[in-house]
């Protein structure tokens, strides 16, 4: 199964709005994997992707900060 989040997100750049709906879509997947019934090899993959997906949010959020530093500097 795959969960899609489409938001409308505000022009003015205040994303604070749409902020507790995204944390409540991120936990979804761990909440269904641990208190649902699923095989072993579904909750391994549920904790892979959420791995990979972690690292590539990290990797855009370092590169973000580069950007700033090497802005300011």
Known sequence: K????CLSLPSG???LS??????AFIK????LASSGRFRPEVTRKV???RE???SKLKKVS???ADEERQ???
């Open 62 to 64: 370092d590169q973000a």
């Open 28 to 31: 979804l997947p761990d909440f």
């Open 71 to 73: 802005r300011t500097a």
């Open 52 to 54: 990979t997906e972690k």
């Open 2 to 5: 795959r969960l899609h989040l």
């Open 18 to 23: 749409t902020l507790p709906v995204f944390l």
């Open 13 to 15: 750049g205040n994303y």
């Open 47 to 49: 904790n892979s992707i």
